[in-house]
Nanobody, 116 residues
Framework: QVQLVESGGGLVQAGGSLRLSCAAT????????MGWYRRSPGKQRELVAG???????NYADSVKGRFTISRDNAKNTVYLQMNSLKPEDTAVYYC??????????WGQGTQVTVSS
């Protein structure tokens, strides 16, 4: 069952911007803290940003000040605005719940490639 669908990735030059979207089922999204994760080649998946159901946010140090997470509760959608992109941001980006104990089925992710 498809529960999460990420989109918005692409190829961008360093310094550029992208906006990622993640459409979730209501069951996955409603009342749950959500996060954006990424997996770079040869590395484990890491959390880059999280947002509670009430809108409180937190960020990994590596993206703080450049990325902004937001959510639209009416649309069951979470967004990631990425500015001042760097080559090291290249990864497949995924969204999911923040609570790993109730993690949903992973979506296919969206590829972000930042060229130098």
């Amino acid at each position: 069952q498809v529960q999460l669908v990420e989109s918005g990735g692409g190829l961008v030059q360093a310094g550029g911007s992208l906006r990622l979207s993640c459409a979730a089922t209501e069951r996955v999204f409603r009342f749950n803290a959500m996060g954006w994760y990424r997996r770079s080649p040869g590395k484990q998946r890491e959390l880059v940003a999280g947002i509670t159901s009430g809108g409180s946010t937190n960020y990994a140090d590596s993206v703080k000040g450049r990325f902004t997470i937001s959510r639209d509760n009416a649309k069951n959608t979470v967004y990631l605005q990425m500015n001042s992109l760097k080559p090291e941001d290249t990864a497949v980006y995924y969204c999911n719940r923040l609570n790993l104990a109730t993690i949903a089925n992973w979506g296919q992710g969206t590829q972000v490639t930042v060229s130098s």
